[in-house]
């Protein structure tokens, strides 16, 4: 449109100390700001739907009336639809894709903006200016990146920027925690009593036969390592990060806004996307149309039980069978940690039994995050061919049916062995003399100290392990296809000798350079959000086991940004520019994960962590409020009379005979009346575990809903910015018409009754905008709506009740 006049909002009085404090942060930031000598702040351009009626809205004589992105959008779309064959025979006979699919063309791309070495063009400022990676701690120009490759991925970078800026108080926050467990590592009286205690505590054996007694001081590294993870501040910084990701997703969408209105997205729907290609082509031979209200263009109507019920059941079957073939792995692993770690019991070396859980944990987390890659090349391939047979109309909805079944899939996969871990393992093996056995073998059991420390390995490893494999493989892949690329274009070059110059003149083309770098592809961002989104969730719903995992997230985003930039800008073809309102599906996944925190959290420091049961102690049975005999009170007595037969260990020379043994539990002793039955501590723990749950999740729950309310989803400034625009648009509408009313040749008593309804419409338009809190939707339906109206007397429904 044409540069709206007074479009500023009034400056208001402002708080003088908020004002300097804001001051104050610019200055100091404002080296890390996009430098606008650089890159010079782009003019914000207010756009409408456009109608030859209103034509004088319109800047019709710019030269970027159609921008680059625009052109390049209309072109794909001819491309994507236009049929290449007159036989109706072929349903599929349309699009460029099939066309390269048969070979007839090669490929079909957007040209990037010259070479990484031309200084005037945009593609080598943003290579210097923002792929860079010493540029990896300044904002990022969203503005030009949007101009260059789309408002999609300008969202993509925009959410990352965002994401990882968010990432920085929960890193300080997480090391400080791990900086207080460092400090106060050896003032933990439980790990000392293992450590430096007098007495030699005689544990129960870890296998059936092969393994003997041992004492508890060889696993002295291992509950020192447990307390750097379980301690109180555990507690706080899982309550900490709830609240994080809250007011994450709150800021995100204040943010959101405001990019969304900058980019004029407000007007967006995602109805008025025309159907997919694929889709028309599925349902070419169904003769039963139907009309489309919103674009009211016929359309053919799936049948319901012939076709999109068999294929929502088959979708749904086998994403089951796929889940369940993730748990099966899981299984596997389990199984190898049990075996791996009676092996490595039979020898009974200190030294060996010491590093046994550690080294078990850490090899078995290894294989898993094999498993877990090879299991997501099927993964991916798989929930393709199932969402193209559900006869999804738009591309929009492919992707997110896509999104979502990938990421239920991954979310198995990756997630899987962690929760066991965290609420399955150790938590039903019984106790010596009667164990819960699985296949006649004993199931996996906790270290003295639980399993919080096999958790942290688990996750540390596969997080860790999976964000270095991911960058690897992100730069490798496109290396190597533009290298098979370069290779066909030397290959399918050689000339006679006499051709040689006209090839040396034409190597040097934009289209045949761009040649040489890889497809981008329409769903080639899906793997980039599916990093990040994964990489959130081990950042929140595991957080109380690895307090340092928003530190190494933050470390990885900081380089995956840039990185992600200079692929985008040397390894691939110049994506075509996609138009879409928000992050899609994306944010209700993090809207889920988010939830799902608090309640893995709590169970976290409830069930899987020694906490509870430390403050019931110092609350019932110390004298002192100290963790003084804790050690002594946590391990229950078993008779070694009392074990099965084959099941004793096995006796060896020099070893003496142990007529007691201890074990972690709260069970009465062996002389008891009701001997190895839980005691009533045991009951206590348990209430105080659940009642911990309630607590928590309630607190966080309430506090969540006050910073929601607390936060608006769109700031009053752009509110009213967005409603002194719409003000300004109408006030042009009517002016203009008011205009072309009055120059008509004749004027009669009609024609003054049209004009003065046309007058009152627009007043009555502005009255409601101003007097009702619209969505942007419905203002959007108010300010491009038709300001002119026949006359008609009958009672009309206004464009925003529609």
Request: proline share 5%.
């Amino acid at each position: 449109m044409k540069e709206l006049l007074k479009c500023e909002i009034p400056q208001t009085y402002n708080n003088v100390i908020i004002k300097e404090v804001n001051t104050f942060v610019r200055r100091i930031m404002s080296k890390y700001y996009v430098d606008t000598t650089v890159f010079p702040t782009m003019k914000h351009h207010f756009t409408a739907v456009y109608s030859r009626d209103k034509e004088y809205l319109f800047d019709l004589d710019s030269p970027n009336f159609f921008s680059s992105a625009t052109r390049s959008r209309i072109v794909q779309f001819i491309l994507d639809r236009t049929k290449f064959t007159e036989t109706k025979e072929d349903d599929f006979a349309f699009g460029i894709e099939r066309l390269i699919t048969e070979r007839a063309y090669v490929a079909a791309y957007s040209l990037h903006d010259g070479n990484l070495h031309t200084p005037d063009s945009m593609r080598y400022l943003l290579y210097t200016e923002w792929a860079s990676l010493k540029k990896c701690l300044h904002y990022q120009p969203l503005d030009y990146i949007k101009e260059y490759f789309g408002v999609k991925i300008g969202l993509y970078f925009a959410w990352l920027g965002f994401y990882t800026h968010m990432l920085i108080p929960a890193s300080i926050v997480g090391l400080l925690c791990f900086i207080y467990s460092c400090a106060t590592l050896y003032s933990n009286e439980p790990s000392e009593d293992i450590c430096n205690g007098n007495g030699i505590i005689e544990m129960c054996p870890l296998c059936d036969h092969f393994c003997g007694y041992w004492d508890l001081k060889e696993t002295c590294l291992h509950a020192r390592i447990t307390y750097l993870f379980d301690n109180p501040s555990t507690v706080f910084f899982s309550i900490f990060m709830s609240l994080w990701a809250t007011l994450f997703l709150e800021l995100w969408k204040k943010y959101s806004a405001e990019i969304t209105h900058r980019w004029d997205l407000t007007g967006l729907d995602v109805h008025e996307e025309y159907p997919r290609p694929q889709y028309l082509a599925r349902l070419a031979h169904i003769k039963k149309k139907s009309i489309n209200i919103i674009t009211n263009v016929e359309e053919p109507k799936v049948p319901y039980w012939k076709m999109r019920l068999p294929a929502t059941i088959l979708s749904f079957s086998v994403v089951l069978l796929l889940i369940a073939v993730a748990m099966a792995a899981v299984l596997g692993v389990v199984l190898y940690r049990m075996s791996v770690l009676t092996a490595l019991s039979v020898y009974g070396h200190p030294m060996v039994t010491s590093y046994a859980i550690l080294f078990t944990t850490a090899t078995a987390a290894t294989i898993n995050l094999c498993c877990i890659i090879f299991f997501n090349w099927i993964y991916v391939w798989l929930a393709e061919y199932l969402t193209e047979i559900e006869l999804l109309r738009t591309q929009t909805e492919f992707d997110d049916s896509l999104t979502l079944k990938i990421y239920l899939l991954e979310f198995v996969n990756y997630y899987a062995s962690i929760f066991y871990i965290a609420f399955f393992k150790g938590k039903f093996v019984g106790y010596p003399g009667k164990y819960n056995r699985f296949f006649g073998f004993r199931q996996e059991e906790c270290g003295p100290g639980g399993c919080l420390l096999e958790l942290c390995i688990q996750l540390s490893i596969i997080m860790v392990g999976k964000q270095a494999m991911n960058t690897i493989l992100e730069m490798l892949y496109p290396l190597f296809y533009k290298w098979m690329n370069t290779l066909k274009v030397h290959m399918g070059s050689k000339k006679p000798k006499d051709n040689d110059k006209r090839y040396s003149s034409r190597k040097f083309l934009q289209w045949i350079r761009d040649y040489k770098l890889v497809q981008w592809g329409p769903r080639s961002l899906f793997p980039e959000y599916l990093e990040m989104v994964l990489q959130y969730g081990f950042v929140t719903i595991f957080v109380a086991a690895f307090p340092l995992a928003p530190f190494f997230a933050l470390l990885n985003n900081v380089f995956e940004m840039r990185l992600d930039a200079k692929k985008l800008l040397t390894m691939y073809r110049r994506p075509v520019g996609q138009r879409v309102r928000d992050i899609g599906i994306w944010y209700r996944i993090l809207d889920s994960i988010s939830k799902l925190s608090v309640i893995t959290n709590a169970f976290i420091i409830a069930f899987t962590s020694n906490f509870i049961p430390r403050l019931v102690y110092r609350l019932t049975i110390s004298d002192n409020y100290s963790l003084e005999g804790f050690l002594e009170h946590s391990l229950s007595k078993f008779n070694t009379s009392d074990l099965k037969n084959g099941t004793q260990p096995i006796p060896s020379l020099g070893q003496h005979s142990v007529d007691v043994c201890r074990y972690p539990g709260y069970r009465e002793p062996p002389d008891s009346t009701n001997k190895y039955e839980y005691t009533i501590m045991f009951w206590h723990v348990l209430a105080a575990r659940l009642a911990f749950i309630v607590v928590f999740e309630n607190v966080v729950a309430l506090v969540i809903i006050f910073v929601r309310w607390c936060i608006p989803d769109i700031s009053p400034k752009l509110r009213d910015k967005i409603r002194r625009e719409a003000y300004i648009t109408n006030e042009i509408i009517i002016h203009q018409e008011a205009l072309r009313a009055h120059t008509r040749p004749t004027i009669n008593e009609s024609t003054m009754e049209q004009t003065y309804m046309v007058s009152n419409e627009s007043s009555n338009r502005w009255n409601r905008v101003m007097r009702n809190s619209l969505s942007t939707s419905e203002f959007d339906l108010e300010v491009h709506g038709s300001p002119v109206s026949p006359v008609n007397t009958e009672p009309r429904i206004s464009p925003a009740a529609v």
